[in-house]
């Protein structure tokens, strides 16, 4: 079984400018969350979708950061305008149900200069 | 609101001796409680959950927890260290009334020959 897939594994930009990270669930997850980490901080939740819904974006920065996941498969998420503060490793995992353990990807490590 | 801790940052242990990880958490409902374990430069691998039943449950790698629900507490342990379980290791709890999984800050355990 495929497991979840990230793009790209590593990203360095200039503050003030845009990137975007890509997400591959495992085949049948419903359910799809973007976690920051922060080095030495533990994975915050930025956004969970179920299928193409929203479920929980209270602690994503919507005033830089945006997130979709149309057809309820693949999700993108965007940072526009990327500030310093925004160097981590952005995670994303999936799950089949509530009561399932997440499936994470290897992450996609942004550093922002 | 949920919440959870991992009160130690590091935890030293020779090979061979066991080895314990605190985690206590805080939530409103009937608590899903999960370890992961993360190497350098990869994503979180699932250890073990707890959902409900045996309060002392396995996982991969030898691992086990023990849901202790008067204390509010989920410590992750194993009989006997190896070299290769140094990594950092992190509890998450979900309140079971919503899909939100909430990570600890993390520690990191350290097994020396």
Same mark, same amino acid.
């Given at each position: ?113 | ?34 370890? @992961? ?5 990869? =994503?979180?691998?699932?250890? !073990?959950?707890?959902? #409900? %039943?045996?309060? /002392? ?31 950092? @290791? ?5 309140? =079971?009334?919503?899909?939100? !999984?909430?990570?600890? #800050? %993390?520690?990191? /355990?350290?097994?020396?020959?």
């Amino acid at each position: 079984e495929a497991g979840v897939a990230q793009s790209p594994r590593y990203k360095i930009i200039e503050k003030r400018q845009s990137v975007a990270f890509w997400c591959n669930p495992i085949s049948g997850h419903a359910t799809l969350y973007w976690y920051q980490q922060i080095l030495g901080q533990g994975p915050k939740l930025l956004i969970q979708f179920q299928n193409n819904g929203v479920v929980d974006d209270s602690q994503l920065p919507k005033d830089r950061f945006s997130a979709e996941r149309l057809k309820g498969v693949d999700s993108t998420l965007k940072i526009q305008p990327a500030k310093l503060e925004d160097s981590a490793v952005y995670l994303c995992a999936s799950t089949e149900n509530r009561a399932g353990e997440l499936f994470f990807g290897e992450g996609s490590r942004l550093t922002v200069l | 609101a949920q919440s959870v801790a991992q009160p130690e940052d590091q935890v030293n242990v020779a090979e061979g001796n066991p080895l314990t990880v605190k985690c206590t958490y805080s939530v409103s409902g009937n608590p899903y409680l999960f370890w @992961y374990v993360q190497y350098p430069n990869r =994503g979180l691998q699932f250890l !073990l959950k707890y959902i #409900t %039943g045996d309060n /002392l449950v396995k996982g991969s790698y030898g691992f086990e927890a023990e849901f202790n629900k008067s204390q509010t507490s989920f410590h992750l342990k194993k009989p006997s260290a190896l070299v290769s379980d140094s990594a950092l @290791y992190f509890c998450a709890v979900r309140d =079971g009334g919503t899909d939100k !999984l909430i990570f600890g #800050t %993390g520690t990191r /355990l350290q097994v020396f020959p």
